[in-house]
């Protein structure tokens, strides 16, 4: 028996293999797995995916209860040439084997309808999955997938969707084709082919075989048994007239199995954001990307995904891809353009911007000129000193105060200002270029902004409101800054890339304040308070633990028992805290970002939360100031006691 499964592009509201009709109306999505015999099967899904992207409930339950509101009783009587159809959840029985279907989350819950289709006899499971892309995911999908049928023998088809869906999330395909714990055939992760078809040819006895040797399955399908617990009821079956095998298939060597091909976090963030960035180019319509490259980690780890998506798009071309080859010429305003090297398309639909200032390293600009020189974006340099002195000037004649920095008498309030007023001119600056830059060069379009503030900064708001952080998308908004350095250092590997070395081993630094002595004064953990790596942790903690001061506290007691004492622990908890709630306003304006970790802050989608705390944490920090005490007071008495 050959079985295809096909996935297509997120765009269309239905990748699933084998399946023959969509209804869709006023938002409320319907979907029929099959159409046969005048029978509809396969309603809505009856759980949806909601772990960390909020979505509303009632989106889906209206299509649960009420299809006759939906408007699919007029298409139902088309496709079915009848006025009534049963409508529900029903197995395809065919002359030698028997179908089911679940959808997306289905696969997820703790009792899947896979487990029940499968000890009523139900041998291949369908699933027609919209399921977006998180760093790391891949190993728990295929887990669920080959443990399924581990457990309960059977085939199963993973279609999953591709591409993005128009805000910050991204289906990154994976469709695959597993037997008896086995996979089968695996499809492609990341790709900006819009349809892709995975064939495997498996013997239908092989699982009966396989279920024969369960007796704990076995016992469990027996309905009329009275001591199983588990007892199930027989689905409703639609017989049709075909078989999905024949006599000619004996002559078919069937498939071997296979070893799932992972890619590692580093490679997952080269492949997934830039194909990302691919769709929001080509869909926006817009001539290409603008952005201010600065020399850190995290612009470059932005410009490097620009150029990912160059070389993918080099690479779909050349395999024959006419759907890129047409968006790429319309992008560059050229019916006749075929982009072959990746460094020239780069020139192409990549502007970069070092936005120089007084406080600025003549060392962080030559390591951004010379990463634009070698992935071949189109550079600019420029000063900002003109438009910051015209602004403090401006404030000073008002006013009558010239704010001063820190370093030359100044206080922590002008100190701060001095640092915004840069940090927010660049932004203005940015937008400046976007509309006008290509203008500039005779060349027709806009471009789109792009932002390169990380998770980690995010969470913990250490970014100015309104800054380069401010832009159209970002693409690593939702990266953690070790994975980005990772990826950063597989860009040296793969692209070869060697400014991005310099790059790595420089300090973070935002370069707000003056030199000092020509070199930076200014580091961003020693302005942050704490390190990148503890940020993550205290990220994942309070996001996917749910955990608040005190709770966080008792977690850090143990995972950092060896390095830290208590008190360093509470320290660093309520440094976190206080700065997290007093910046916590910052992400009403994030800018929409690539989803790919699930402690991303951003308030819009996946963190709904207050941004008006109270940033002492009385309550909170007291519990954890008593505990401090009482651990002290116990290590001074197990002292007394040694002594």
């Not at 009534?84 to 696969?107: H, N, Q």
């Not at 082919?193 to 699982?207: F, H, K, M």
């Not at 932004?427 to 390169?452: D, E, H, K, N, T």
């Amino acid at each position: 028996m050959r079985l295809l499964e096909k996935q297509e592009p997120a765009s269309c509201p239905s990748p699933a293999a084998r399946e023959l009709g969509d209804l869709s109306a006023g938002g409320n999505f319907v979907r029929l797995s099959w159409v046969v015999s005048g029978v509809g099967t396969g309603p809505p899904e009856h759980r949806r995916c909601r772990e960390s992207i909020r979505e509303p409930t009632w989106w889906m339950l209206a299509a649960h209860w009420a299809p006759e509101a939906s408007g699919a009783e007029s298409q139902l009587v088309t496709a079915t040439v009848k006025e009534t159809v049963p409508f529900g959840d029903a197995v395809l029985s065919t002359w030698d084997t028997c179908i089911g279907s679940e959808v997306c989350e289905e696969l997820w819950t703790p009792h899947s309808p896979h487990v029940d289709m499968g000890l009523d006899g139900v041998e291949i499971f369908t699933n027609a999955s919209g399921s977006h892309h998180v760093l790391r995911k891949a190993h728990a999908r295929v887990d669920l997938v080959t443990m399924a049928t581990t457990k309960n023998g059977g085939i199963y088809l993973l279609a999953n969707q591709k591409g993005c869906d128009g805000d910050r999330l991204y289906y990154d395909g994976c469709a695959l084709i597993a037997m008896n714990g086995s996979i089968f055939a695996q499809g492609s992760q990341f790709s900006l082919d819009d349809v892709e078809v995975l064939t495997a040819t498996l013997d239908l006895e092989d699982i009966r075989s396989y279920r024969a040797e369960i007796s704990s399955r076995n016992l469990a399908a027996l309905r009329e048994c009275p001591s199983q617990a588990s007892r199930v009821s027989p689905y409703p079956r639609v017989k049709v007239d075909f078989a999905l095998s024949c006599h000619e298939d004996l002559l078919e060597p069937v498939s071997e199995p296979i070893e799932w091909k992972y890619h590692s976090p580093a490679e997952e963030i080269s492949l997934g954001p830039a194909c990302w960035l691919w769709d929001f180019l080509r869909r926006s319509r817009q001539a290409g990307f603008f952005l201010p490259l600065s020399g850190g980690v995290d612009s470059a780890a932005t410009a490097c995904l620009v150029y990912s998506m160059c070389h993918q798009v080099c690479e779909a071309v050349k395999r024959g891809n006419l759907e890129v080859l047409a968006d790429v010429r319309t992008i560059v305003n050229q019916p006749s353009y075929t982009p072959q090297d990746p460094r020239e398309l780069c020139g192409r639909v990549l502007t970069t911007c070092y936005m120089a200032s007084e406080n600025s390293s003549q060392e962080t600009c030559d390591r951004a000129r010379e990463l634009a020189q070698q992935i071949g974006s189109h550079h600019i340099g420029l000063h900002i000193d003109p438009v910051v002195k015209a602004l403090v000037g401006l404030f000073s004649l008002v006013t009558g105060a010239s704010p001063r920095f820190a370093v030359h008498g100044g206080s922590d309030r002008e100190n701060l200002a001095l640092q915004n007023v840069q940090a927010r001119v660049r932004m203005v600056i940015a937008y400046l270029f976007a509309q006008l830059s290509l203008w500039s060069r005779g060349a027709p379009g806009g471009l789109l902004v792009l932002g390169s503030a990380n998770v980690d900064e995010s969470l913990l708001g250490y970014l100015t409101k309104y800054d380069c952080s401010s832009a159209d998308i970002n693409p690593i908004g939702g990266i953690s800054k070790t994975d980005l350095r990772a990826f950063v250092q597989l860009c040296v590997e793969r692209f070869q890339l060697p400014a991005l070395q310099s790059i790595l081993a420089a300090p973070a630094t935002a370069e707000l304040e003056p030199l000092a002595h020509g070199r930076v004064s200014q580091t961003d953990e020693e302005d942050m308070g704490m390190t990148y790596a503890e940020l993550s942790v205290y990220g994942r903690l309070r996001k996917v633990a749910k955990t608040g001061p005190y709770s966080m506290f008792c977690k850090l007691l143990d995972m950092w028992r060896d390095t830290c004492s208590p008190r360093q622990v509470a320290d660093k908890v309520k440094c976190f805290f206080s700065k997290y709630s007093m910046n916590r306003h910052k992400m009403t304006t994030l800018t929409p970002a690539y989803h790919a970790e699930s402690y991303s802050p951003d308030d819009n989608r996946f963190d709904l939360r207050p941004f008006l705390y109270n940033t002492r944490w009385p309550w909170q920090f007291r519990c954890i100031e008593n505990q401090v005490l009482q651990l002290e007071g116990r290590q001074r008495q197990e002292l007394d006691g040694v002594d």
